[in-house]
Each structure stands twice: as C-alpha cells, then as structure tokens.
C-alpha cells in the first residue's frame, strides 16, 4: 500500500521558517522524481519545488526561488522542504507527490504564515 505521510505544518509569523517532511512507503522511493506542490484557498494547485529520483537536479517556482530548499533521504524514504523568509502568500495546503510512470499523493498539510 502506497503512502505519503507529510508532517511539519503549522503557524509561523513572516520571516520565520518551517521544515516540511514526507514519509513514503509502499514503493521504490529512489526510482520516483518527489515534489512538493501548494494550493491555497480559491486556487489551483501549484508546484513548488521538484527533485530527480537520484537528488541531482531540482527546480523551484519562481515565488519561492532562494528561499525554499528540497531534499531526500533516499535511505529514509523521505523528502523535505524546508522554507525560510516565510510570506503570508506562502499560506497554502503543502502536498508531496511521488511520480515515475504514474502520480502519488499524500494528503498534505498546513502551513500559515501571519503575525
């Protein structure tokens, strides 16, 4: 049974900081691109940050470039990502997804930035 397990969400004022993880199981993590993607309320889903399988190459959205950073544990079967200079445009629904030839989903968590 696959499973994307995201924890890490919360309230932070601007400028703070939160570390978001994603335990998976249920599959070949190592073999799977991880992501992260956000929705905040009235909006489309958007994608955040992605990592290949083997960690050698990422990508960010514009909005969080410099800011956020993705990583895995290949050996943990996790990826994290960690977010600095929070904004309150950051308050959204974090998602992690796992892909290869087909999508998982974890179920997300929370994370709101206001003073």
């Known amino acids: 049974q696959v499973q994307l397990v995201e924890s890490g969400g919360g309230l932070v004022q601007p400028g703070g900081s939160l570390r978001l993880s994603c335990a998976t199981s249920?599959?070949?993590?190592?073999?799977?691109?991880m992501s992260w993607y956000r929705q905040a309320p009235g909006k489309e889903r958007e994608l955040v940050a992605v990592?290949?399988?083997?960690?050698?190459?990422?990508n960010y959205a514009d909005s969080v470039k410099g800011r956020f950073t993705i990583s895995r544990d290949n050996a943990k079967n996790t990826v994290y990502l960690q977010m600095n200079s929070l904004k309150p445009e950051d308050t959204a629904v974090y998602y992690c997804?796992?892909?290869?030839?087909?999508?998982?989903w974890g179920q997300g968590t929370q994370v709101t930035v206001s003073s």
């Open positions: 997804s796992a892909v290869r030839l087909r999508r998982y």
């Open positions: 990592m290949t399988s083997g960690g050698g190459s990422t």
């Open positions: 249920g599959f070949t993590f190592s073999s799977y691109a």
